[in-house]
């Protein structure tokens, strides 16, 4: 059995001057959502500052084989990302940008990847709203915009679907004789197969190479989950094509092996701790219900949510008596054992589930394309129905800001969430019209995502209420170093520890966390003035601090109460405090 396409047939072609628009559209939507505001605000989290300091490790010792934190080999995650970040580290330098640029370019190219497999199998249209509707999405934003490993891991197991498909003959042949494509085939002088084979084991080695057997594990499970759909037992077993097998190996094993021979306790650390514990005990304390994926995915497709849950439920009624095509239930099949996989796991973070996102989004536009010409009617008083309550809303909410309150962090709040109420609620409004009769609105329809564009270009303006103070340890660090204050002999106090990680990376040191009962002389970081409450016996520290008001911070000089004081005094001797490598609080990310 082939399954060709079940492409719908296109309504009229597009006119020149359309497709230029169109062009101009989905080239600024990619910019925008992928690219734009990369460095806007520091590094955030527990997760970016640790994977931007391995990779920056690795561009400064040249060890490109052993991941190290704070000098120790740290075996959380494999190698993608630390390699990507620090190539473009050694190329143009460590920032922001530079290391989250690997997540953008991966979420680029899984969304090119998909949007050719949608030309393919669904039709152009299916295609164009693909790259405006996929990208405009809060998970393939949020996640383009991550220093961490869960874009890359995404987007070549995507990528890696896609040549799966082909692999499974669920693709049209496009390199017959004739056809413009056949210059591919002729070049490579290799059977379609030999060739879908050979991308898809190289992309799926660079997946085992981001988060490791996980890869394996996702795809084997929605390849046989397919076949138990389909019947197709013998195509499944494609996959396993000798020349995907040997791209696969020689793509992945390599370093899983240099890195074993170079770390005895390797494999040890990264399968059975961090994949075997973190998958079967709650030991890294990321405990969730059951059903806990479900209201992520909700959130993830914001703010096309709504129109998301219309094409799940008309997609399923047109499920239910006809048999949908393979294609679609290699992508269903994709979704829910990614979904079922990540659900049963005792640990959970809304990052797991980013694999089922680019699936989910083909599906959920392929829904819209079909269907919505047959159901016009709900699918727009729906969006209409969402995109005017919003629409009133906004404005309620911008009268609750009182004008005396304006300045005040709730009146800007306030403000903040009417402007964002009110662009996704004009989003919805113009998505409304995609199969309107009236030309004149349907036009309009692909102006739904300039909104979403206009609030990523002036996202640091909407988010500034929600963040009084720097939540990286960007602006904190520029403060300590405008300060003169030693850094060598800094403690850190009841701060949040993706905070302290962050602070870590930019003064590029290992700060230790103060310890009431073991004080040192050297430099007390606390949030609010209260350095006696962990200062007291022979101890002391001033009563006039240093104050960083930029990122809403106090230094306190300490030492003991028999030597000289007043902040600043005595800053070139340590004392007893030494150096922050000989005071190591051994802190162990969870």
Known sequence: ????????????????????????LVLATLYLCYFHNLGVIGLLGPDEPRYAWIARDMAESGDWVTPRLYGKPWFEKPVLYYWSA????????????????????????????????????????AARWLLLLLPTTVVMIGFSHAAATDMPFAGTLTIAMVFAAFL????????????????LALAFSTP?????????????????????PAALILTGGGMLLWATFTKRWRDAFRCLHPVAITAFCVTALPWYVLCGRRNPDFFHVFVVEHNFKRFLTPEFQHTQPFWFYVPVLLVAFLPWTLALLWSFLYGSLQFIP???????????????????????????????????????????????????PGFEKTFRWLLLAFGGSGAIAAPILLWMAHPFEVLRPSGLVLISVAVVLLLYAIANLLL?????????????????????????????QVATPWLRYDPSGKTLAMELRKSGVPVEQLFAQRMYRGMLWSLDFYLHREIPTWDDADPQQGYLLLKSKDCHAHVSGS???????????????????????????GFGSGSSNGGEGGSSSDRRDNRQPR
């Open 1 to 24: 059995m082939n399954q060709t396409s079940d492409a719908p047939a296109e309504c009229r072609p597009l006119s020149p001057l359309a497709r230029l628009l169109w062009i101009a």
């Open 86 to 125: 620090a190539l473009r580290f050694k190329l143009v330098g460590v920032s922001e940008a530079s290391a989250r640029l690997p997540s953008a370019v991966y979420a680029l190219l899984a969304t090119l990847a998909l949007a050719w497999l949608a030309r393919r199998v669904y039709g152009g249209q």
């Open 168 to 183: 499974l003959k669920l693709v049209p042949d496009s390199s017959a004789p004739g056809s413009k494509w056949e210059w």
């Open 192 to 212: 379609r197969s030999s060739l879908a084979s050979l991308f898809f084991g190289f992309f799926l080695g660079l997946a085992t190479l981001a988060k490791g």
């Open 322 to 372: 006809r048999r949908p095509s393979a294609i679609s239930l290699l992508l269903l099949s994709w979704i829910l054992f990614c979904l079922f996989f990540f659900s049963i796991s005792r640990s959970k973070l809304p990052g797991y589930i980013l694999p089922a996102a680019p699936a989910t989004g083909l599906l959920f536009v392929r829904s819209v394309v079909r269907l919505v």
């Open 432 to 460: 409304a019209n995609i199969q309107n009769r009236a030309t004149s609105w349907r036009t309009l329809a692909p102006l739904c995502v300039v909104p979403v564009l206009f609030l990523l270009c002036f996202f640091k």
């Open 539 to 565: 101890w002391k520290c001033p009563d006039n601090p240093l104050e960083l008001p930029l990122s809403g911070w106090f230094v306190y000089r300490v030492e003991r109460s028999d030597s000289g004081g």
